[in-house]
């Protein structure tokens, strides 16, 4: 898939920390509706990457434009809001119960509590938890795939266009695991949501990608589709193509 529809693009971006580079001269632009990954090993500049889209970080140089404005013209509210964001460690309030986790964002948007309670009925729905079951349990009561799915429902409670995934299945079992790729990858041909996903594992990133850009040292090293990465010759991506053969 190319971006014929560009929703958010990194314009000569650069962050450094200390005259450190952690991204360089990073140009990127995806599409609308696309899944693109994002694979590199620890420290190679995805988290940074990714929390340059959601304004958790600003470039030292360059614009990250998102929806067609520069984010730091958005109110940073606003542009959080607008997209849903799901990390490893989940990130779910303990006191709240699982209904009261995903409705959180509507209720701040002043959402009816009918409204909101639909939508967080439908979310569990589609995430595969049935809501009379699970609703009014609470974090601690589900296992870490149920919470992990309880963690995509909220970021999709205002239905916002972009959603942004930090190794949201790293620390599952792999065949959790495997079941909510093929569910995160069924509905994001469902929904047509755009989604920036950042692992290190190959076999995920070939999975769910339709573009999977390798970062290397803080550079963008490789773009280009599953089938291409496959052909790719740079060192790098060669490195984890032999982590396939590997296993195989």
Not at 41 to 52: A, C, D, N, P, V
Request: charged fraction near 20%; hydrophobic fraction near 40%; aromatic fraction near 6%.
């Amino acid at each position: 898939m190319r971006p014929d529809n560009t929703i958010v693009e990194f314009q000569n971006v650069n962050y450094r920390i200390n005259n450190r580079y952690l991204l360089s001269n990073l140009n990127l632009r995806i599409g609308q509706g696309e899944a693109l990954i994002l694979l590199g090993r620890s420290g190679s500049g995805k988290t940074t990457t990714l929390k340059m889209i959601n304004r958790l970080l600003t470039p030292s140089k360059g614009e990250v434009i998102v929806n067609g404005r520069s984010t730091i013209t958005w109110d940073v509210i606003q542009l959080r809001r607008s997209i849903g964001y799901v990390i490893q460690e989940i990130g779910l309030f303990p006191h709240l119960s699982i209904a009261e986790n995903v409705g959180l964002i509507p209720s701040l948007e002043n959402w009816t509590a009918k409204r909101t309670k639909s939508r967080v009925y439908e979310l569990l729905h589609l995430v595969g938890l049935e809501p009379t079951q699970f609703a009014d349990r609470y974090p601690h009561e589900l296992s870490g795939g149920q919470r992990q799915r309880v963690g995509v429902a909220r970021a999709l409670a205002i239905d916002p266009p972009i959603l942004l995934m930090d190794e949201p299945f790293g620390a599952l079992d792999p065949i959790t695991r495997l079941d909510l790729q093929q569910q995160l990858k069924h509905l994001q041909s469902q929904l047509g949501k755009t989604i920036i996903f950042v692992t290190h594992d190959i076999q995920e990133a070939l999975f769910l990608g339709h573009r999977i850009g390798l970062m290397y040292e803080g550079e963008l090293v490789s773009l280009g589709t599953p089938d291409e990465f496959l052909r790719d010759t740079h060192e790098e991506a060669r490195r984890y193509l032999a982590c396939l053969k590997n296993y195989a």
